[in-house]
């Protein structure tokens, strides 16, 4: 079964950027029929949502090379390094590579996406016995908590109070949902622990005896950065500024007081420009001085262009799932229609998870999620006497589920693994099954 899934991915899961352009053309064609749109309607939500999401892409662009040029730091590596040594066989690794990937992904998901790579980089290079390409899926497997998590997008969005909850929910939803009802209910809670247990053994399982595959050590190598030196004697006025650890610590200072004020003064959350400025800050901090940093910054950001290429491509689906012509219906509202026609009470939570998992191939974002699915499925749960916290936490898991299987947000692990999608995903489909059974019989508990 491990054989046959590596294998069909590797043969025909293509680059992620071709995926995304083949996405964008069923989603289109699909479109036209089921929405009675014209191809010219359709072009035009596809083109006007092209540059929805650039604020996000410079996020998840920031986020990847932030989190990488902290990894950088002297001191940072050796801490990592410490700990990868801390696995005593191949198996053990794979393990631990899960579950600290899985816990910090539940605690926030760009944090967790990032150091669980970084953390599975560094075992790879203490352990030549460990498979390369199955500990970068473990690492990344662990993303599929993420939206059960307490940096969960829909979850936060349903505790927010405002007017825009009950103008997002059609009304559905006059009041805040509070997380006590979403992320930390027993069903929820019982869920996330089963899902991490149930990838931590399958990726253990899927460890081979033997006949692992050699792997370039270029892959493993990571740029030694030889922090600059100038005789103070010789420095210019420049190049003392260049080198002063002060700018650093003051600017590293103003991130943390904002977040201070943003998270203790306001009680916000900790939201993806938080945990970005967290990396900013530490990274200047922790680096020799500030043009160091600058100098690792620039090394890391190669691995940036797999996000920007694609982001707009991503929007521009999102575009033609949420854009609605002179017929008045739009792809995503067919589509929730078609869940809703077959549910009831009991099985509504699961085709909902079923509808988000299809829907996240197309639109991996759970932005997007709530604005395709909050106006019709929450009415219709509300009908149904569905509480609203299971059904908001049904889109959530349908969101991160079928990540496992949708390079996208794959594409900041793999720039820093210097892998490629097919690399891993035969690994990822594994999971899907394991972890779809684990979460559909949660649903189904929390729904009786």
């Not at 990032?114 to 030549?128: D, L, P, T």
Request: aromatic share 8%; proline share 6%; with cysteine.
């Amino acid at each position: 079964m491990i054989k046959f899934c590596v294998r069909l991915v590797q043969r025909w899961l293509p680059e992620p950027f071709i995926f995304a352009i083949l996405l964008t053309f069923v989603a289109a064609l699909v479109a036209m029929p089921l929405c009675d749109q014209t191809p010219f309607e359709v072009v035009e939500h596809w083109g006007g949502g092209v540059w929805n999401l650039l604020a996000f892409a410079m996020q998840m662009a920031l986020v990847l090379v932030c989190g990488s040029t902290l990894a950088a730091a002297p001191v940072v590596k050796r801490g990592i390094d410490a700990l990868a040594r801390l696995p005593q066989s191949a198996p053990a690794a794979i393990a631990l590579v899960t579950v600290v990937s899985a816990l910090c992904c539940w605690l926030n998901w760009g944090f967790g996406l990032i150091v669980g790579v970084i953390f599975a980089k560094a075992i790879a290079r203490q352990r030549s016995d460990v498979d390369y390409r199955l500990l970068i899926a473990s690492a990344y497997s662990g993303f599929v908590v993420w939206h059960a998590g307490i940096s969960g997008s829909i979850p936060l969005t349903m505790a927010t109070p405002g007017d825009s909850l009950a103008m997002a929910t059609n009304g559905a939803l006059t009041d805040p949902v509070p997380l006590a009802q979403t992320i930390f209910v027993g069903y929820n809670l019982m869920t996330v622990l089963f899902v991490i247990i149930g990838i931590t053994v399958a990726n253990t399982l899927m460890h081979p005896k033997q006949g692992i595959l050699t792997i370039d050590p270029m892959l493993l190598k990571d740029d030694e950065h030889v922090a600059t030196v100038v005789p103070s004697s010789t420095k210019t006025p420049a190049q003392r500024l260049e080198q002063s650890k002060l700018l650093s610590w003051l600017v590293a200072l103003m991130f943390v007081a904002f977040l201070v004020i943003h998270l203790g003064v306001h009680g916000a959350g900790l939201d993806l420009g938080g945990v970005i400025m967290i990396f900013l800050a530490l990274g200047l901090v922790l680096h020799p001085t500030p043009v160091d940093y600058v100098r690792a910054f620039a090394k890391a950001s190669t691995g940036a262009s797999g996000i920007i290429l694609q982001f707009p491509l991503y929007a521009g689906i999102m575009g033609i799932i949420t854009g609605v012509g002179a017929s008045g219906i739009s792809l995503g509202g067919v589509m929730a229609d078609a869940c809703i026609r077959i549910s009831n009470p009991v099985t509504y939570p699961l085709l909902t998870f079923l509808c988000a998992a299809v829907l996240n191939m197309f639109v991996p974002s759970g932005g997007g999620h709530w604005a395709v699915q909050a106006p019709v499925m929450f009415t219709a749960g509300a009908n149904l006497g569905v509480d609203p916290g299971l059904t908001g936490m049904a889109i959530s898991w349908g969101d991160a589920w079928t990540n496992l299987i949708q390079p996208f947000w794959a594409l900041p692990a793999l720039a820093i693994a210097r892998l490629d999608a097919k690399d891993i995903m035969g690994y990822c489909l594994i999971d899907l099954l394991v972890t779809g059974v684990i979460i559909c019989a949660g649903l189904l508990m929390w729904a009786m």
